[in-house]
């Protein structure tokens, strides 16, 4: 009796669940909630079958049902199993340094090297295989996704990760693809002209030379476009003992913290305010 009940209390709420998070669960990870996640870095990760190594999903309240993230780990002297996906993916690497191969089936493969923070996209629903340069430690990376609005749309698994479309106005197997090499425009679209630097490969963002930005006193920054997709990132410095200027955006803008330790305020118009404290390695998705 109790069997059936379990049964019809699961069939009758399912209508209004994600897909999304039936899917997390069933590839039986934990899916991180509320605000922020205080530390990526130490983040607990469980074995994820899938891609053969550990992970951990984030779907914090500002998601909006547009992005999530993932966590994952690659063990010691080991490599993830070859994936592809109807999703796009921006992959910030938090700790070690190795390899990723790509492809579409029928082209030539195309490795590329990474270390901690280098930052780069794969190509819609292309092969790829990532493979740990270390022997004895894990790396880490911290991955910002599309899954959470194609899979509620879709809600067929196999569409999603067994799917043979390829996307050429992405990725043509271009041999110098992942080569770090970048195109710089100016983009005057948020009312002061912003460098725009469009690449497939970051190597290292603390590379990357910053201009002034007009987000607050001081502050300097740079802005990336990567493998022609729709997810994009920036990067924000702000002098110490300063604070950013007031703002609000759309949904889904997932805030990694890099250095430096201080505090955000987020709030609804004319409703209470909730303060986080952030530290590096605390990811913080602001409502829309």
């Given at each position: 009796?109790?069997?059936?009940?379990?049964?019809?209390?699961?069939?009758?709420?399912?209508?209004?669940?994600?897909?999304?998070?039936?899917?997390?669960?069933?590839?039986?990870?934990?899916?991180?909630?509320?605000?922020?996640?205080?530390?990526?870095?130490?983040?607990p990760?469980?074995?994820?079958?899938?891609?053969?190594?550990?992970?951990?999903?984030?779907?914090?309240?500002g998601?909006g049902?547009?992005?999530?993230?993932?966590?994952?780990?690659?063990?010691?002297?080991?490599?993830?199993?070859?994936?592809?996906?109807?999703?796009?993916?921006?992959?910030?690497?938090?700790?070690?340094?190795?390899?990723?191969?790509?492809?579409?089936?029928?082209?030539?493969?195309?490795?590329?090297?990474?270390?901690?923070?280098?930052?780069?996209?794969?190509?819609?629903?292309?092969?790829?295989?990532?493979?740990?340069?270390?022997?004895?430690?894990?790396?880490?990376?911290?991955?910002?996704?599309?899954?959470?609005?194609?899979?509620?749309?879709?809600?067929?698994?196999?569409?999603?990760?067994?799917?043979?479309?390829?996307?050429?106005?992405?990725?043509?197997?271009?041999?110098?693809?992942?080569?770090?090499?970048?195109?710089?425009?100016?983009?005057?679209?948020?009312?002061?002209?912003v460098?725009?630097?469009?690449?497939?490969?970051i190597?290292?963002?603390?590379?990357?030379?910053?201009?002034?930005m007009?987000?607050g006193?001081?502050?300097?920054?740079?802005?990336?476009?990567?493998?022609?997709?729709?997810?994009?990132?920036?990067?924000?410095?702000?002098?110490?003992?300063?604070?950013?200027?007031?703002?609000?955006?759309?949904?889904?803008?997932?805030v990694?913290?890099?250095?430096?330790?201080?505090?955000?305020?987020?709030?609804?118009?004319?409703?209470?305010?909730?303060?986080?404290?952030?530290?590096?390695?605390?990811?913080?998705?602001?409502?829309?």
């Amino acid at each position: 009796m109790k069997q059936e009940r379990a049964k019809m209390d699961d069939s009758e709420t399912s209508w209004f669940r994600l897909y999304y998070e039936d899917w997390v669960k069933r590839e039986g990870l934990e899916l991180i909630e509320g605000y922020a996640v205080q530390d990526v870095f130490t983040q607990p990760l469980r074995p994820w079958p899938r891609k053969g190594g550990f992970g951990a999903h984030i779907l914090l309240e500002g998601a909006g049902g547009l992005a999530s993230a993932y966590l994952c780990e690659i063990p010691a002297a080991s490599s993830l199993k070859p994936q592809r996906h109807l999703f796009e993916e921006l992959i910030y690497i938090l700790k070690g340094r190795g390899s990723t191969t790509v492809w579409y089936e029928g082209q030539e493969k195309r490795s590329f090297e990474w270390q901690a923070g280098s930052l780069f996209a794969i190509p819609l629903n292309a092969w790829h295989q990532h493979f740990n340069g270390q022997g004895a430690e894990p790396a880490r990376y911290l991955a910002v996704t599309t899954a959470l609005i194609m899979m509620n749309l879709v809600r067929d698994e196999d569409f999603i990760f067994s799917n043979n479309g390829v996307f050429l106005d992405r990725y043509r197997g271009e041999p110098d693809y992942f080569s770090g090499k970048a195109v710089r425009e100016s983009y005057s679209g948020f009312g002061k002209p912003v460098e725009v630097i469009s690449s497939n490969f970051i190597a290292s963002i603390s590379d990357i030379p910053l201009q002034g930005m007009d987000r607050g006193v001081g502050t300097l920054g740079a802005q990336f476009e990567l493998a022609n997709g729709v997810l994009g990132a920036h990067l924000l410095e702000f002098p110490g003992g300063t604070f950013s200027k007031v703002h609000r955006h759309g949904p889904s803008a997932h805030v990694l913290w890099l250095s430096g330790e201080g505090y955000t305020l987020m709030w609804p118009e004319g409703g209470s305010r909730v303060k986080l404290d952030w530290r590096p390695g605390t990811v913080v998705v602001p409502p829309q």
